[in-house]
Nanobody, 124 residues
Framework: EVQLVESGGGLVQAGGSLRLSCATSGFTLDDYSIGWFRQAPGKEREGIAYISSSDGSTYYVDSKEGRFTISRDRAKNTVYLQMNNLKPEDTAVYYC?????????????????WGQGTQVTVSS
């Protein structure tokens, strides 16, 4: 059974940091590319960062590189999202998702498996 379980969310002050984890099971990160997404109240789900299965190459949406870093530990079947210098507008539910692909996939609808999400709240 494929599962993705996010953790690491919480309440943080503006300027603070959080590291989200996405623990995966039922598949290998060598075959599935992973994306981190978020959804704020009243807004559509948006992609944040992606990592490919083939070589761990990464891509960030809208210049989030610099504050956000996606990484993976293949031995632990876990993907991380390090978030620094958090801002109130980063408040959202954060999701990880997996798609059977060797390359980075930026089409949200192509992701087959999703976690339940973890809440991140940034206070001003």
């Amino acid at each position: 059974e494929v599962q993705l379980v996010e953790s690491g969310g919480g309440l943080v002050q503006a300027g603070g940091s959080l590291r989200l984890s996405c623990a995966t099971s039922g598949f290998t990160l060598d075959d599935y590319s992973i994306g981190w997404f978020r959804q704020a109240p009243g807004k559509e789900r948006e992609g944040i960062a992606y990592i490919s299965s083939s070589d761990g190459s990464t891509y960030y949406v809208d210049s989030k590189e610099g504050r956000f870093t996606i990484s993976r530990d293949r031995a632990k079947n876990t993907v991380y999202l390090q978030m620094n210098n958090l801002k109130p507008e980063d408040t959202a539910v954060y999701y990880c998702a997996a798609t059977f692909s060797r390359t980075i996939v930026m089409v949200t609808a192509w992701y087959d498996y999703w976690g339940q999400g973890t809440q991140v709240t940034v206070s001003s």
